[in-house]
């Protein structure tokens, strides 16, 4: 009776067939599970005569066995039929392997950034998310002052009662100079390249966001020289030997004198162009010494110390190098824009 029942199972699991694992798993319950088929039998073993235990016994081990190695190899065989679902091609020919550019924006930051190292510049980082203490107050942007209008930007969190203490994404890496000299003493040469933001319409020519690189040297008889001396030199290592500067008056709450830069238009060579709005020459910088309320409210003593700072947009550069028509380019990430930078080093 019993080894009738064991030859019936014995059919029936040498047919198993599976799909996918979860008919295994159905399987292994209906056979090998502690309340499955098999199980079931061996319970029943005690009952078995004594003379046919050891034929009974043979053939339940031979029923277990065969079950086992069914539900194995069906596993195999789902697992091979699985791993080819996924596509892999292994003709297919490793190469080319597509390449990246980097981002012109890079490029050209990391040309400014070795221009200036090679002139005694070390890398100064700081938060974008900042507070007004640094990015205007210690700045010399007074709490009421008009020139906190010149860059309106994204305020994260306001405090009624103490406006040093707002956050807001900041609107120039100035902040970074800030921080540097409230924890060190002169001489400081330093150069702060980052991402900065202002509140303004998204137009061919302005973006909600853009890179600056602010330089800042304060030493003992820094003067006015060291600062025409130094962009001099930078204007002709990143546009040309044969590049000129001229220094316009202007005004920034941080610096006096304050100036703007301007450099001979190379596309032109300086005869004018519709680039150059026929003027021979376009404005890349801003710049000046640092005004001495600066100084004392960062913690420096003016009366020991002087210095200069500079500052510049890595666009307007990259703008001039490449004469990239449209800002917007630079952060829409299209391929075939980044892929012209191919050549470019
Ligand atoms: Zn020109």
């Not at 924006?105 to 200036?116: A, S």
């Not at 807001?168 to 540097?180: D, F, G, N, W, Y």
């Not at 290592?237 to 709450?253: N, Q, V």
Request: aromatic fraction near 8%; proline fraction near 4%.
């Amino acid at each position: 009776m019993i080894l009738d029942k064991i030859e019936s199972l014995l059919a029936e699991v040498k047919e198993m067939k599976a799909s996918n694992a979860e008919e295994i798993e159905a399987l292994r319950l209906k056979y090998l599970s502690k309340k499955g088929e098999i199980n079931a039998v061996m319970a029943d073993f005690r009952n078995v005569p004594a003379d046919q235990k050891k034929e009974v016994g043979m053939k339940i081990n031979e029923l277990k066995q065969t079950a086992l190695e069914r539900l194995n190899a069906l596993r195999d065989a789902i697992e091979t039929s699985e791993d080819g679902d996924q596509g892999l091609d292994l003709t297919r020919t490793a190469y080319p392997i597509k390449l990246g550019t980097r981002h012109p924006l890079t490029i050209v930051k990391n040309e400014i950034i070795d221009i200036f190292s090679r002139m005694g510049f070390v890398l100064a980082d700081g938060p974008e998310a900042e507070d007004d203490l640094h990015v205007f107050t210690k700045m010399n942007f007074a709490a009421d002052h008009p020139a906190r209008d010149m860059q309106d930007t994204f305020f994260i969190e306001q405090n009624p009662n103490d406006v040093t203490k707002n956050i807001l994404l900041r609107s120039h890496t100035s902040s970074v100079q800030a921080r540097v000299m409230e924890t060190s003493q002169p001489p400081i040469r330093i150069i702060c390249p980052g991402r900065v933001y202002r509140n303004e319409a998204i137009t061919a020519r302005a973006h909600c966001f853009f890179h600056q690189i602010e330089g800042l040297y304060i030493d003992k008889n820094v003067s006015f020289t060291d600062l025409k001396q130094v962009l001099l030199t930078f204007a002709r290592e990143m546009f040309g030997a044969d590049t000129k500067i001229r220094l316009r008056p202007s005004y920034f709450p941080f610096t006096e004198p304050s100036a703007e830069m301007d450099i001979s238009c190379h596309i032109c060579g300086g005869k004018g162009c519709g680039f150059c709005k026929h003027t021979g020459w376009v404005e890349i910088l801003g710049c000046g010494m640092v005004d001495p309320n600066v100084l004392e409210l960062c913690g420096i003593d003016s009366k020991v110390y002087t210095g200069y700072a500079f500052g510049l947009g890595v666009e307007r550069i990259t703008n001039l190098k490449y004469q990239v028509s449209d800002l917007r380019m630079f952060s829409e990430n299209d391929v075939r824009f980044l892929e012209e930078f191919e050549g470019a080093k």
